[in-house]
């Protein structure tokens, strides 16, 4: 089936053409035809299955059908991460490329300045993370209250995230007559509940089963002592050319150590956590999709969202807390027919992690035999690396030298007295058995 058989406007359809999108996917044929019904919708669909196409193009012909003469913003969506608010604005604008529809970015991280002078130019559309959009509101540069269409994209991320107060206080701004349509990859209580508060009769969709892994997936599990996992993660990049992988760690300072370690073993990385300025993570999401970077190693959080064609691995370095979020990671490789392969590395400590997975998976994933790796040396003390490091030793070498003389002769510019006191015979005289046992134990 066509999209123009779907009821859309030919400025629609000639855009989506121009990107090579001929049929909707199943989620879209089942929300457009409802959307432009004026219906309101809880569709369950996880990342991949196309639900952005799914609201904003109905979305668009809704909102061009009427002019706008306030210059306030009538559709507002609310989604949990930047990454997440730059992916959606970005397709509503190839989406609406030939409609005179003007959409406004609002997220934290940067100058709120452009954001306020682009409010008062006026837009139609506006894609937010709530924190920033309540700071426009409290400073009154956004007017909220000719919203006719609210879309919360990805809303079981956002409760996850500790949004829900912050989403109740956006609806309260809202006019009570509007259009809701809300999105999200799996049913919890609390999903029903907020749908139960804020959708009137809605139009329920869901095209998949729920939590049900994508079955272009291949899944693969690893059992391996936790500090060894970065050399095999090292030797399966290698070993097997990858030339694009997404890793998940559950901590941003995991992340970080992990990007630096796969740096040192050669292979390009860069990570990507709700730490990293806006920049930063715009510039590596770039050099990952452009392949300047092999691994691109993020936290859960900041990976929702993401939207990277083709993607080839996605390796669980570590096993997340919550199983479905397990799907939702796999979810970002093997989409749009293409075939994928998720690895998990799994220590010991984590098996009852992979169990409530494989619970939720109603399958086991198949445990590989592990492969001939060099394994990783035992991490290093801050102390020791710091007397391995060559220009540590040297330093070293410099400071406690053949006097006051040699020392300065090599750039020491350690006060004199303590070069002094450095010399053997100047060592001071009274020192306990205790304090030297410790300097033996601080400096081996």
Not at 195 to 209: K, M
Request: charged fraction near 25%; charge should be positive.
């Amino acid at each position: 089936m066509p999209f123009n058989a779907l009821g859309l406007l030919p400025e629609l359809t000639r855009a989506l053409a121009d990107r090579n999108y001929l049929e909707p996917t199943p989620v879209q044929a089942r929300v457009i035809p409802e959307i432009l019904a004026s219906r309101d919708i809880l569709a369950g669909a996880q990342t991949g299955t196309g639900k952005t196409a799914g609201f904003a193009l109905p979305m668009l012909q809704l909102l061009h059908a009427q002019q706008n003469p306030s210059r306030a913003p009538r559709a507002l969506i609310l989604v949990p991460t930047r990454e997440l608010a730059a992916q959606v604005a970005e397709s509503i604008k190839t989406y609406g490329k030939y409609l005179r529809l003007r959409t406004t970015l609002i997220f934290g991280g940067v100058s709120i300045n452009p954001q306020i002078e682009a409010l008062r130019r006026g837009c139609d559309i506006v894609v937010a993370t709530p924190g920033r959009l309540l700071d426009h509101a409290q400073q009154g540069t956004i007017d909220l209250k000719h919203v006719e269409i609210l879309v919360l994209d990805e809303a079981d991320r956002m409760l996850d995230m500790g949004f829900i107060a912050d989403i109740r206080r956006v609806i309260k701004q809202l006019p009570p007559k509007r259009q809701n349509l809300m999105f999200s990859a799996t049913y919890s209580d609390d999903i029903r509940k907020l749908a139960q508060s804020l959708l009137r009769n809605p139009v329920e969709v869901e095209v998949a089963r729920r939590n049900a892994a994508v079955e272009s997936v291949e899944q693969h599990v690893y059992q391996v002592p936790k500090d060894q996992k970065r050399a095999l993660l090292s030797h399966l990049i290698k070993d097997g050319n990858w030339s694009q992988v997404l890793v998940f760690t559950r901590t941003k300072h995991g992340a970080n150590r992990l990007a630096k370690q796969l740096e040192q073993d050669g292979i390009r990385s860069a990570a990507i956590h709700g730490n990293k300025s806006q920049s930063a993570r715009t510039q590596a999401l770039a050099d990952f999709k452009n392949l300047r970077v092999q691994a691109l190693v993020a936290t859960e959080v900041a990976a929702r969202g993401l939207d990277i064609k083709e993607l080839p691995h996605v390796v669980n370095y570590e096993l997340p807390n919550v199983p479905e979020d397990y799907v939702h990671r796999i979810g970002r490789t093997g989409r749009a027919g293409a075939t994928g392969i998720a690895v998990s590395l799994v220590a010991s400590d984590e098996r009852d992690l992979l169990r409530d997975i494989e619970r939720v998976l109603r399958k086991t994933v198949t445990q590989q035999p592990l492969p001939t790796f060099a394994p990783a040396p035992p991490p290093l003390r801050e102390h020791e690396e710091r007397y391995r490091d060559p220009r540590a030793q040297q330093q070293r070498h410099h400071r406690g030298g053949q006097g006051a003389g040699n020392g300065q002769a090599n750039g020491n510019r350690a006060p004199q007295g303590r070069q002094q006191n450095r010399q053997p015979g100047n060592r001071p005289a009274q020192q306990s058995s205790g304090q030297q046992g410790n300097r033996q134990r601080r400096f081996p």
